[in-house]
Nanobody, 126 residues
Framework: QVQLVESGGGLVQAGGSLRLSCTAS????????MGWFRQPLGKEREFVAG????????YYADSVKGRFTISRDNAKNTAYLQMNSLKPEDTAVYYC???????????????????WGQGTQVTVSS
């Protein structure tokens, strides 16, 4: 497994932006696919965005398309989630996750990923 640490969460007004970071250690980051998930209070964890190990395959949940951008910097062992035009319904704990590139390509299920960070809170006020 890989160790993942998220940062960048906080409180923002609706329409604002935040950038989340996820720094990895303990495994070759450049051969891991990365994903972002979120879990609103009292609800199930849901897929937000994914990026493959080379950065050539990127996919999003419909609810964030056009507003969120996932990216990665393999030289820094870090994945990012740029969140623009934030809405109150984006309020959640955001988690990054990792899996080896050969497992479940373009995976969106929680079970597809083998490593998880502790999460970072994002709160969007109206």
């Amino acid at each position: 497994q890989v160790q993942l640490v998220e940062s960048g969460g906080g409180l923002v007004q609706a329409g604002g932006s935040l950038r989340l970071s996820c720094t990895a250690s303990g495994r070759t980051f450049s051969t891991d696919d990365m994903g972002w998930f979120r879990q609103p209070l009292g609800k199930e964890r849901e897929f937000v965005a994914g990026i493959n190990w080379k950065g050539g395959s990127i996919y999003y949940a419909d609810s964030v398309k056009g507003r969120f951008t996932i990216s990665r910097d393999n030289a820094k062992n870090t994945a990012y989630l740029q969140m623009n035009s934030l809405k109150p319904e984006d309020t959640a704990v955001y988690y990054c996750a990792a899996k080896k590139y050969y497992r479940f390509p373009n995976g969106k299920s929680i079970s597809d990923f083998d490593s998880w960070g502790q999460g970072t809170q994002v709160t969007v006020s109206s």
